[in-house]
């Protein structure tokens, strides 16, 4: 696989019926490994390993619904009170990151509200964070650690 720009970390791979999976910290199974799987399982590691997210706030490809239409979130980290702190957005290391791409974690962000938004194809990172009251959002060097 794309050697990315995250911090390396112990993966497990399994091989079954020629489809090569990883094993999903917080899935807790092995999910089929496509490149947008390789960012999200490094970004996972990364939210985990070095900005000290506790797994138990983290929650990965669950749907909600948009418009009435079914979506699926990459990654989002929850405040402890239950509200979202962090959506991420990941795409394969190959698709760029453009308008389209930001536009689709704000639809999500209507129905969640977070205060922070990352957007990452693994070689490319973006950080956002809200501002409700200015319906503005601004960008940033990074994400805060946990606290």
Not at 90 to 101: G, R, S, V
Request: aromatic share 14%.
């Amino acid at each position: 696989m794309q050697d990315l720009n995250f911090p390396k970390f112990d993966y497990r791979f399994k091989s079954t019926e020629n489809k090569v999976s990883i094993f999903d910290i917080i899935r807790k199974k092995f999910v089929i490994l496509q490149p947008e799987e390789w960012v999200r399982q490094h970004c996972i590691h990364y939210l985990i390993d070095h900005k000290k997210y506790p797994k138990s706030l983290i929650n990965v490809e669950k749907e909600l619904t948009v418009n009435g239409l079914k979506k699926r979130y990459d990654i989002v980290i929850f405040n402890p009170d239950g509200s979202i702190f962090l959506i991420v957005e990941c795409k394969a290391h190959h698709i760029t990151i453009n308008q389209d791409t930001f536009d689709q974690i704000a639809r999500y962000n209507i129905s969640l509200n977070a205060t922070y938004l990352m957007v990452t194809n693994g070689i490319n990172h973006y950080y956002c964070q809200m501002d409700y009251e200015a319906k503005q959002y601004s960008f940033l060097k990074d994400i805060p650690n946990y606290s």
